[in-house]
C-alpha cells in the first residue's frame, strides 16, 4: 500500500507537479542526480510516515461506504473562519469524503482529466490565498477519496525565504485547525553539496532537502472523522522556484487505491 502522495516518499507523485502529473516539476521530470543521496532520502521519507502507511494497510478495500460524510461528522470537525475556512472542518474545498464526479463539478466547476481517476480543477470558488490548482481524485465506485491543492510557482531568491514564508502562510491555519500535534520532516542530508544557505531551494530541488508537515491519528492530531491524514510539502521547480502542496487523503483511500492496482494488474 502506497502512501498518499504516493507512500510518502519521493516517488513520482511527491516529486510531481501541483496538476499530479508525474515527473519532479510542474512542467516535465528533473533529472535524477546523485542517486545514492536520492535513496538515502526515500528512506528518511518513508521511516517518518511508516506510521500512516500501515493505518492504511489495516484497512480493507471494502471496509467505506461510497457514501459522503455524515453531518454529524462534519459537525465535530475543526473548523476555521475567514479566508482559511476552506482548509479546515470535515469538508476541505467544500468537498465531502465519497462526493461523486457529479457533485464535485456542482461545488468546484468543469474538470479536467489528468489521469483515468484523477480531475483537476483551476478556477476554484473561494480559494484560500495562495492556493490556485486543485487535483482530486474519484472513482465510480468510491467516490472522492483525496484532494491536492497547489500555489503556483514561487519565484525565490534561492534562499528558500519566499517558499519557507508561504509555507508558514498555510501551517498557521492548519495548525489552528487540526493541532500542533504533527510530525515534521525538516531535513538536509549529510555531506550534501547544497548546504549554503542561498542553496536552500536548490537542494529542495535535487532531493537532498524536505520539508513536510504530516497530520495524523498515530502524531494526536484532532483530525475529522472522514479524513485519514493532511500534509503540506515544499517542493523544488527550479534553483530559483519552488511550490507547495496541500493534500488531504480521506478513509475511503485504501479502497479507491485497491482498485487502482486492480485495474492495472488487468491492464
Not at 521519507?45 to 462534519?74: G, I, K, R, Y
Not at 464535485?104 to 476554484?124: K, N, R, T
Not at 534553483?239 to 479502497?255: P, Q
Request: charged share 20%.
Amino acid at each position: 500500500m502506497r502512501f498518499s502522495i504516493d507512500d510518502g516518499s519521493f516517488s513520482t507523485h511527491l516529486e510531481g507537479s501541483p496538476w499530479g502529473i508525474q515527473g519532479g516539476s510542474p512542467f516535465g521530470s528533473l533529472r535524477r542526480k546523485s542517486l545514492g543521496a536520492g535513496l538515502l532520502l526515500c528512506i528518511a521519507w518513508l521511516a517518518l510516515l511508516c506510521l500512516a502507511s500501515s493505518s492504511l494497510q489495516a484497512q480493507s478495500a471494502d471496509s467505506f461506504e461510497d457514501s459522503p460524510v455524515s453531518q454529524s461528522e462534519e459537525d465535530s470537525a475543526p473548523a476555521l473562519e475567514g479566508p482559511y475556512a476552506p482548509l479546515g472542518g470535515g469538508a476541505p474545498f467544500g468537498l465531502h469524503r465519497g462526493s461523486s464526479l457529479e457533485d464535485v463539478e456542482s461545488l468546484v466547476g468543469l474538470l479536467s482529466p489528468v489521469s483515468e481517476q484523477d480531475y483537476m480543477a483551476v478556477q476554484i470558488p473561494g480559494s484560500p490565498p495562495l492556493l490556485e490548482t486543485l487535483t482530486l481524485t474519484v472513482t465510480p465506485e468510491d467516490g472522492l477519496c483525496r484532494l491536492r491543492a497547489s500555489t503556483a510557482l514561487l519565484q525565490d531568491p534561492g534562499d528558500g525565504s519566499v517558499v519557507l514564508d508561504a509555507f508558514e502562510r498555510l501551517r498557521a491555519p492548519l495548525e489552528q485547525a487540526f493541532g500542533e500535534l504533527h510530525t515534521t520532516l525538516d531535513t538536509l542530508l549529510p555531506d550534501s553539496p547544497y548546504a549554503a544557505a542561498d542553496q536552500w531551494l536548490a537542494g529542495l530541488r535535487h532531493r537532498h532537502r524536505a520539508l513536510l508537515m504530516l497530520w495524523n491519528r498515530e502524531s494526536g492530531s484532532a483530525l475529522p472523522d472522514s479524513v485519514e491524514h493532511i500534509s503540506l510539502a515544499a517542493r523544488g521547480y527550479s534553483d530559483r522556484e519552488g511550490f507547495l502542496v496541500l493534500e488531504y487523503t480521506f478513509t475511503n483511500w485504501s479502497a479507491c487505491e485497491a482498485r487502482r492496482v486492480a485495474d492495472q494488474a488487468i491492464e
